[in-house]
């Protein structure tokens, strides 16, 4: 049971906007509302008449990832959403992060990304090879939306994509001799 914090008439006096004390945070969260006749009257001057369990929709928009890459070094992992976050660190233990082998890679740290508020940057203990594939799973904690909104559970695949060209090298970049690029 959630209180009100203001009522007011709507801009075209056709609806009432309802502040609630404490934020809706979770999608599936069902609201409803209820009115005691008062002192609100209709525009033909008629009391509106009393109600219960008048089903409210839940609009609020939860933070869903829209992308998810690695560094080229594979050292960081970066998933993005398509909100603002709020500053977050500590998050290391609700994530999971497994190879395609099935190994489990540890994280060392979880933050807000330092050059995008809309995203999280996970650095790794060890980092992921080229071509590796991962899967990341998130189970909530405390990340969330600027408007405090929290995560739901994700799991997203990761492809360690990143190049590394030896185009350019001489035959004697080694110093092996004979050269064996001959």
């Not at 509106?48 to 829209?66: D, H």
Request: glycine share 6%.
């Amino acid at each position: 049971v959630d209180t009100i914090k203001l009522a007011e008439i709507g801009s075209t006096k056709d609806y009432i906007l309802l502040t609630l004390k404490e934020p809706v945070r979770h999608k599936t969260d069902v609201i409803t509302v209820d009115y005691v006749p008062g002192t609100l009257k209709r525009l033909d001057n008629l009391f509106v008449t009393s109600f219960e369990y008048n089903a409210v929709t839940n609009s609020i928009s939860v933070p869903a990832l829209s992308s998810s890459t690695t560094s080229t070094n594979g050292t960081y992992i970066y998933l993005t959403f398509d909100q603002t976050l709020a500053a977050t660190s500590g998050q290391e233990t609700n994530f999971t992060i497994t190879s395609l082998k099935g190994y489990k890679l540890q994280i060392s740290k979880a933050e807000l990304n330092p050059s995008n508020s809309k995203g999280i940057r996970l650095t790794l203990l060890y980092p992921i090879s080229k071509g590796d594939s991962i899967t990341v799973v998130y189970k909530p904690g405390t990340i969330s939306a600027s408007t405090g909104i929290p995560a739901e559970t994700f799991t997203t695949k990761v492809i360690n994509s990143s190049i590394t060209a030896l185009d350019g090298i001489s035959e004697n970049a080694f110093g092996m001799y004979p050269s064996p690029f001959r």
